[in-house]
């Protein structure tokens, strides 16, 4: 339990900079919220859907892509296909911040929920453990409030929206998507996989059942690596790493 | 979207984030399946835009809405704030729709 003394040795070592930044992590992911719960509903699907996902996946990439399989005419084994893989790459993210969960259960089972780029970024930040998991607790508690508030209030105004078409609103879903990913494709390398990626989910469009086209993307994967080691044998370029989403 | 795909994305997701926290002590995950992981999530998430801002069902959406997300995506690229660009690209999409474009 938080004594007063605690609480004000906690927001001492937080520090006003890392609240500011937290706060504005908060409104920006606030409103990508509100367009997951405007385009989920304007689209076509129940308004619970949205906030139950947001609730119990809470991860916005996932959630949008997995609602992108299904408003695009796919099936649900595609839509959490889809979904489970972006959110493998929280599997790395439990190694990194395992230790700022604290040691017993009743901590770690919640705090491990709490596991977003967002928070992780944040608590990777510092080394000193204590502040480590203060910096942890409190992004990931406030990202998780900001979330879900945005995405009732976006449910509740797409429910008021009408001809989506003549909004331009479908232009939304993958722009929204577009602005997340464009920091993780700093490394020529990704950029590469990711174009191949994307050529063959479209080119497989016309074909394939919907939603199954983006799941052969990571193959693009396999085409740079094949290419990379052919061009630079056993060597990884220093330059190659993929920087941290935040 | 059936009440199970929900639970079944939320068990999973839930099962990739405690692997972590369980396993922490006992386990290393090497480095280049972390880096596999976080480069497929990126090439994913790129397809999914590629999919959604070309294609409609089994066939080309039209010139209007990758316009729009062209528009976005290059505000994005230079820095504009995040409310902004999803504005930008739905108002250009309705405009060219507006004027006649598909």
């Known amino acids: 339990m938080f004594t007063i003394r605690d609480m004000r040795s906690f927001w001492r070592t937080l520090g006003p900079g890392t609240l500011r930044d937290i706060a504005l992590v908060c ?18 699907l129940d308004p619970w859907v949205p906030v139950a996902m947001s609730l119990l996946v809470f991860a916005g990439g996932a959630q949008f892509a997995a ?6 005419g796919g099936g649900p084994a595609a ?3 889809a979904g489970l893989v972006l959110n493998a790459r929280l599997l790395p993210f439990g190694f990194a911040v395992a230790d700022a969960l604290g040691s017993r259960w009743w901590t770690r ?10 928070a992780v970024a944040f608590a990777m930040r510092h080394d000193d453990p204590r502040r ?11 990202l998780f409030a900001c979330w879900n508030a945005g995405v009732a209030a976006g449910v509740a105004a797409g429910r008021a929206i009408g001809d989506t078409g003549a ?12 602005a997340l990913v464009l920091p993780s494709l700093a490394s020529p390398g990704v950029r590469r996989a990711a174009l ?16 199954l086209p983006v799941l052969l993307a990571p193959a693009g994967l396999l085409a740079a690596a094949r290419r990379r080691r052919r061009t630079m044998p056993g060597d990884a370029t220093p330059g190659d790493a993929t920087p941290e989403e935040t | 979207m059936p009440p199970l795909a929900v639970v079944l994305l939320a068990a999973g997701t839930y099962a990739f984030r405690l692997a972590g926290p369980l396993l922490g002590d006992r386990l290393r995950l090497p480095d280049p399946l972390r880096r596999l992981l976080s480069d497929a ?50 108002a250009t999409t309705a405009v060219l729709r507006l004027i006649g474009l598909p």
């Open chain 2, 41 to 90: 999530a990126a090439v994913l998430l790129v397809a999914l835009v590629a999919v959604a801002a070309l294609t409609d069902g089994h066939g080309f959406a039209g010139w209007a809405r990758p316009a729009g997300v062209l528009v976005g995506g290059a505000l994005a690229l230079r820095r504009a704030p995040f409310p902004l660009v999803v504005v930008a690209a739905a």
């Open chain 1, 67 to 72: 609602v992108g399989v299904v408003l695009a």
């Open chain 1, 196 to 211: 191949t990626g994307a050529g063959v989910a479209v080119a497989a469009t016309p074909f394939l059942p919907a939603g």
């Open chain 1, 167 to 178: 909004l331009g609103l479908d232009a939304a879903f993958p722009t929204v998507l577009l």
């Open chain 1, 27 to 44: 409104a920006a992911d606030a409103i990508v919220g509100a367009s997951f719960g405007a385009i989920a509903v304007s689209g076509g």
């Open chain 1, 79 to 81: 839509a959490v296909a």
């Open chain 1, 132 to 142: 480590r998991r203060d910096v942890f607790w409190t992004c990931g508690l406030a």
């Open chain 1, 109 to 118: 089972l919640p705090g491990a929920h709490l596991i977003m780029d967002e």
